[in-house]
């Protein structure tokens, strides 16, 4: 199996720019998706596929990915984008058919 | 729309065998491309993903947990069930039932999650 690695926080004030990002060995041939969730709630799906938005996911959030990196983007921050995200990948040439990152906890300042 | 909703024990004792159902509506497991996953998140760490049934009934399953885990299905009464055997405290756990559609615009990714039941493990 393999790890997709996050930073454990990421710390941002309202109105500026926050990124997070997922790394691992082979990410470039895979799918990423990310989550956002709140305390007490359910994951959220707010970009699949490297860089698509479900229906309902403000463009400040945005994704993307260079190489082994995938990064969340979301411009704009509001204090209602204080969560856990969490990063995603789908391995179907894998036993370990879906892999989560070990998450990231945005701080709004 | 779609909705889905876990249902089983809040507590368990260590070695009992954990049964849990996913009660969904919007949706049919029976139509091509669609399934049905368990993941589950113990308590401020990381999701974890358990098991996944296909339309066809085909059957994936984490491979840490792969002895201990089964999941069923019962399309009449729009239903997934996961049984997870000799549980331990480090099960205790949110977990959570998520439809996915391998033949969607979102093939791979989780788009619509239940809200979670806390499975606590303790004698």
């Known amino acids: 199996s393999y790890v997709l690695t996050q930073p454990p926080s990421v710390s941002v004030a309202p109105g500026q720019t926050a990124s997070i990002t997922c790394g691992e060995n082979h990410l470039g041939r895979k799918a990423v998706h990310w989550y956002q969730q709140k305390p007490g709630q359910s994951p959220v799906l707010v970009v699949f596929d490297d860089s698509d938005r479900p229906s309902g996911i403000p463009e400040r959030f945005s994704g993307s990915k260079s190489g082994n990196t995938a990064t969340l983007t979301i411009t704009r921050v509001e204090a209602g984008d204080e969560a856990d995200y969490f990063c995603q990948v789908w391995d179907s040439s894998s036993d370990h058919l879906v892999i989560f990152g070990g998450g990231t906890k945005l701080t709004v300042l | 729309q779609i909705t889905l909703k876990e249902s089983g024990p809040t507590l368990v004792k260590p070695t009992q065998t954990l049964t849990l159902t996913c009660t969904f509506s919007g949706f049919s497991l029976s139509s091509s491309g669609v399934a049905v996953g368990w993941l589950r998140q113990p308590p401020g760490k990381a999701l974890e993903w358990l098991s996944l049934i296909y339309w066809d009934d085909d059957k994936r399953y984490s491979p840490s947990l792969k002895n201990r885990l089964t999941i069923t299905r019962d399309t009449s009464k729009n239903q997934v069930v996961l049984t997870l055997t000799n549980m331990d405290p480090v099960d205790t756990a949110t977990y959570y039932c998520?439809?996915?559609?391998?033949?969607?615009?979102?093939?791979?990714?989780?788009?619509?999650w239940g809200q979670g039941t806390l499975v606590t493990v303790s004698p």
């Open positions: 998520a439809h996915l559609d391998v033949s969607g615009v979102i093939s791979s990714a989780f788009e619509y």
